[in-house]
């Protein structure tokens, strides 16, 4: 199993930024994605930013060039910046970890964060 504890988020004005972090435990070596998802109200989850084993970075086209996703190997922690953020981006914003597990995956979350944009 693996544990995801989310920090950061809130609340900024268009234009703004806001960082989010989210720390794994558990079987780590396990993982072979990570990254992070968001749901609007009304709408379904939508990945936003993923890093995969063969260390390939993938974002959704509306974040790309403003959002960032980076990982700390030491600090088992993975985090996304998020830069001139618009209204669109408000969400609760959803820590997400993808491992083996037999011949399938297990996908694991964390609790969630919510990430208001408005001015």
């Known amino acids: 199993q693996v544990q995801l504890v989310e920090s950061g988020g809130g609340s900024v004005q268009p234009g703004g930024s806001l960082g989010l972090s989210c720390l794994a435990s558990g079987s780590i070596l396990s993982i072979y994605t990570m990254g992070w998802y968001r749901q609007a109200p009304g709408k379904e989850r939508d990945l936003v930013a993923t890093f995969t084993s063969s260390s390939v970075t993938n974002y959704a086209d509306s974040v790309k060039a403003r959002f960032t996703l980076s990982w700390d190997n030491a600090k088992n922690t993975v985090y996304l910046q998020m830069n001139s953020l618009t209204p669109e981006d408000t969400a609760v914003y959803y820590c997400?970890?993808?491992?083996?597990?037999?011949?399938?995956?297990?996908?694991?979350w964390g609790q969630g964060t919510q990430v208001t944009v408005s001015s």
């Open positions: 997400h970890a993808r491992t083996t597990y037999g011949a399938g995956y297990l996908d694991h």
